[in-house]
């Protein structure tokens, strides 16, 4: 049984650029959520996606956007790429939207550095 | 605006005792509360999830406890040993706004 999968592992961007990070849920899992965790801290909600439609959102800029696609594989943009953008970043999976309060899986996280 | 403290920020301990760490929220209107291992560097893995109904619950040496009254949840860990040591993260899914927010985690370091 495959778990949370995300890729890149580790990258490194100059600010002002665009990134992409990827994540494939648990297999029979349909929701996903993104979460950044700075060093030292808790990880922070960025947004959450259900059936291919942004249900929840943090305090995040608009420079944060999202996608699900219909095999519920999810992508995470970032725009404009600042220095304290530079964080681990994880995919969690869920069965059903977070009000069902389902048990969250997480990924082993995509590792960003912003030069 | 739902905050989730844990204490204490770290904590060694020798191998072989018995621990309880701590996490308080201050908004009894959460869905669930789960807690999570997280190895440095690496991503999290679920350790126990209990929900808004129930009070505790328990997988090997491991019991997590839930007072929503209180605002308040623990994690004991009996016989700890040194591959225990890592960051543990408690985390409430919000009623308002099914948003999970996360404590910012006590690290473990069990002495052989």
């Known amino acids: 049984d495959a778990g949370v999968t995300q890729s890149p592992t580790h990258l490194i961007k100059t600010r002002g650029q665009q990134v992409t990070l990827r994540c494939s849920p648990k297999s029979g899992h349909d929701t996903v959520s993104w979460y950044q965790q700075a060093l030292g801290q808790g990880p922070q909600f960025i947004f959450q996606?259900?059936?291919?439609?942004?249900?929840q959102r943090g305090n995040f800029p608009d420079r944060f956007s999202g996608h699900q696609y219909p095999n519920y594989s999810s992508e995470l943009n970032v725009n404009a790429l600042l220095l304290g953008d530079s964080a681990l970043y994880l995919c969690?999976?869920?069965?059903?939207?977070?009000?069902?309060?389902?048990?969250?899986?997480f990924g082993e996280g995509s590792r960003l550095t912003v030069l | 605006k739902q905050e989730v403290t844990q204490i204490p920020a770290a904590l060694s301990v020798p191998e072989g005792e018995n621990l309880v760490l701590n996490c308080s929220f201050t908004?009894?209107?959460?869905?669930?509360l789960q807690w999570f291992r997280q190895d440095p560097g690496k991503g999290l893995t679920s350790l126990l999830l209990i929900q808004s109904s129930q009070r505790e619950q328990t997988s090997g040496r491991l019991n997590a406890s839930l007072d929503k009254s209180s605002g308040r949840s623990t994690l004991y860990i009996a016989a700890s040993q040194p591959g225990d040591s890592a960051t543990y993260l408690c985390a409430g899914l919000n009623t308002g706004g099914f948003k999970t927010i996360f404590g910012a985690g006590t690290r473990l370091f069990v002495k052989a």
């Open positions: 969690a999976s869920s069965l059903g939207p977070l009000e069902l309060a389902g048990e969250l899986f």
């Open positions: 908004d009894s209107a959460i869905y669930n």
């Open positions: 996606y259900y059936e291919e439609e942004e249900r």
